[in-house]
C-alpha cells in the first residue's frame, strides 16, 4: 500500500512534510509531521542546508487534524 506523502504550508508560513491518512476537503488528517527547517553552514554560510525536525515536538501525538480551506478548487 502506498502512503500519500505531502508537504504543506500553513498559514503560520510553517512548511511540514507528513503522511496524509484523510483528506476530506476541509479537514486533513496528517501521520508523522516533520517541520522543514533551514539550518545555517558553519563551513560555508551563503549555503544553508535544509533539515527536518518534529513538528509538535511536546506532544505525545502521532497524527493530527488540520483544518483547512482549498482556494484552488
Same mark, same amino acid.
Given at each position: 500500500?502506498?502512503?500519500t506523502i505531502k508537504l504543506i504550508r500553513l498559514i503560520t508560513g510553517e512548511e511540514?512534510?507528513?503522511e496524509v491518512v484523510v483528506? /476530506?476537503?476541509y479537514k486533513? +488528517?496528517?501521520k508523522n509531521p516533520l517541520?522543514?527547517?533551514v539550518v545555517p553552514s558553519k563551513? /560555508?554560510?551563503n549555503n544553508? +542546508?535544509?533539515g527536518l525536525a518534529p513538528w509538535a515536538?511536546?506532544?505525545d501525538d502521532g497524527s493530527f487534524t488540520i483544518d483547512w480551506y482549498r482556494d484552488w478548487e
Open positions: 500500500m502506498m502512503k511540514i512534510l507528513a483528506d /476530506s476537503g486533513l +488528517t496528517i517541520r522543514v527547517v563551513s /560555508s554560510p544553508p +542546508t535544509v515536538e511536546f506532544s
